[in-house]
Nanobody, 126 residues
């Protein structure tokens, strides 16, 4: 039972990447998924979240209008499309799953997530 984040890499500023979060051993459509990121020397922060059921979403202010989270329950995948990348987006990105419904005050709280992927590194060069 695990999550696997993939799709990271090196990209120039202004470029785009799409991260994928895959589940094995359980069904993602029963879970809310948040993408977190952690830059060197900084705390882990929530980037984007998508609930199960109605698919409602939340975004950090720093990525609104640039990042889009989506899910394909038929493939048991959650995506994070990242456009307009800047060096400030450089971090290890993690996906995490929670059986709880996320709200605007809970979606970025690491303690409510019980399952975590191993992370994928995104590096944005200037």
């Amino acid at each position: 039972v695990q999550l696997q984040a993939s799709g990271g890499g090196l990209v120039q500023a202004g470029g785009s990447l799409t991260l994928s979060c895959a589940a094995s051993g359980f069904t993602l459509d029963d879970y809310a998924i948040t993408w977190f990121r952690q830059a060197p020397g900084k705390e882990r922060e929530g980037v984007a979240c998508i609930n199960d059921g109605d698919g409602s979403t939340y975004y950090a202010d720093s990525v609104k209008g640039r990042f889009t989270i989506s899910r394909d329950n038929t493939k048991n995948l959650v995506y994070l499309r990242m456009n307009g990348l800047t060096p400030a987006d450089t971090a290890v990105y993690y996906c995490a799953a929670s059986a709880l419904r996320m709200t605007r005050v809970s979606w970025y709280r690491t303690e409510v997530f019980t399952r975590w992927g191993q992370g994928t590194l995104v590096t944005v060069s200037s």
